[in-house]
């Protein structure tokens, strides 16, 4: 029985990914909000949020959605938000950032907003870019201050191939317990994060 639900599945999950990622692609492609061509002018167009220090017990999850202004730097317009924080010259620091899945993961066809990660001055000049972690939705990278100041962090949507798959999980399968289904998340031009600064102790 589960060999010929298998087949369904499958077709349905592709064919949702399909539809949707066409729907918010378009949606990008028709938006009016301002595109960012530099960093410098990432952090003019978008108000900056404080980066919360530490993941606390209940992180707040930023949206990142079509009324956010887009970057086009290197990549595919993609909308963005951005964080600021202050360092010390020589301070070592730690970025995370976790993309979370769309509409809390229910059902097969899952998507995910992939984050392109970046670090910039206040003057806007790149400190570091393409951040990576254990993987593409969990970011965790350590850097060192170069100068005292404040410094900001962009989250943009990674929208150079939509709906390709980020990443794949294990799904139980409905009314088969302990049965699991390898299903790939796919990216999507928008989504929800977590972002939180770490600052190692000594």
């Not at 079509?66 to 924080?85: K, T, W």
Request: net charge neutral.
């Amino acid at each position: 029985m589960l060999k010929s639900l298998l087949p369904v599945i499958v077709l349905s999950f592709l064919m949702g990914c399909t539809n949707h990622s066409a729907i918010n692609q378009e949606t990008v492609s028709s938006s009016t909000t301002p595109i960012a061509h530099s960093f410098e002018q990432a952090i003019q167009l978008a108000r900056a949020t404080p980066l919360p220090v530490d993941r606390g017990l209940f992180p707040e999850r930023w949206e990142i959605d079509a009324s956010d202004p887009r970057l086009e730097v290197g990549q595919a317009p993609g909308n963005y938000r951005v964080f600021d924080f202050k360092l010390r010259k020589g301070q070592t620091y730690v970025i995370n950032v976790i993309s979370m899945c769309n509409n809390m993961c229910f059902g097969f066809s899952k998507t995910i907003l992939k984050p392109r990660v970046t670090v910039v001055d206040s003057q806007g000049k790149l400190v570091a870019d393409h951040l990576e972690g254990q993987n593409p939705l969990s970011i965790e990278w350590s850097g060192v201050a170069p100068a005292d100041g404040r410094y900001f962090l962009i989250v943009s949507a990674d929208n150079e191939k939509p709906g390709a798959t980020v990443l794949t999980v294990n799904a139980p399968v409905p009314g088969y317990t302990g049965m699991i289904v390898p299903v790939g998340m796919a990216s999507a031009p928008f989504g929800k994060v977590i972002a939180y600064l770490g600052i190692p102790e000594g």
